[in-house]
């Protein structure tokens, strides 16, 4: 089955404690993005990358590091949480290229509380 | 940069009635698609409908309709004969061609209840 899957689902952490958030897909997609959601702002894109290797701020990067060395992963990583980065978090991919037609697919979202 | 404005906080609609969610968009790109998510309340995110500002034609996906107006630059999403199982949030997405297709910029959302 075509999917997203992202680890963990749910996390409570304290401030300043390191933690890292899996995203895999295995629909060999090129790029793939991190968004996190809060109420009454949307989707905000914190990091992409468009390929391995290949990684970009997106507009919410502060407090926040990627990496992409495999196609299939792009895990995302909080070196010092705050409160502030308390949020629901979103890993998606998709094909690259010329068409804006590509469709993002969406893993089911890792819910993050930073006390 | 783009822009995403969705103008429904909330919207009430009875079951089997139409219903539309509006969004209007800014940018500068001379090429960009259009998405529509919904997303229900166990949290993810699903892809409804996608409308490329040249193509002719307004999308359909089943139940689910866009009605683009380019000049206008907008692209609502009409949901014909709502269902129960409608209730949810619904996200107006783009991505555009001076990105390099690589950023999906999100509108802030509206939550859709549909009642029986």
């Known amino acids: 089955e075509a999917q997203v899957t992202q680890n963990p689902r749910y996390l409570i952490t304290v401030t300043g404690k390191k933690l890292t958030v899996t995203c895999s897909q295995n629909m060999n997609h090129e790029y793939m993005s991190w968004y996190r959601q809060d109420p009454g702002l949307g989707l905000r894109q914190i990091y992409y990358s468009m390929n391995v290797e290949v990684t970009d701020k997106g507009d919410v990067p502060e407090g926040y590091k990627v990496s992409r060395k495999e196609k299939r992963n792009f895990p995302l990583i909080l070196e010092s949480p705050s409160p502030n980065q308390t949020s629901l978090y979103f890993c998606?991919?998709?094909?690259?290229?010329?068409?804006?037609?590509?469709?993002?697919?969406f893993g089911p979202g890792t819910r993050l509380t930073v006390l | 940069a783009q822009k995403i404005t969705q103008t429904q906080p909330g919207m009430f609609v009875q079951e089997k009635e139409a219903v539309t969610l509006d969004c209007t968009y800014d940018?500068?790109?001379?090429?960009?698609?259009l998405f529509w998510y919904k997303q229900p309340s166990s949290g993810e995110m699903i892809f409804l409908i996608y409308q490329g500002s040249y193509d002719q034609q307004n999308a359909t996906e089943g139940r689910y309709s866009l009605n683009f107006q380019k000049a206008r630059k907008s692209a609502n999403l009409v949901i014909s004969a709502s269902q129960l199982g409608d209730s949810a949030m619904y996200f107006c997405a783009m991505r555009g061609l001076l990105s390099g297709y690589s950023t999906l910029t999100f509108g802030k959302g509206t939550m859709l209840l549909v009642s029986p």
């Open positions: 998606a991919s998709s094909l690259a290229g010329t068409s804006g037609k590509n469709e993002q697919f």
């Open positions: 940018t500068s790109d001379p090429s960009y698609g």
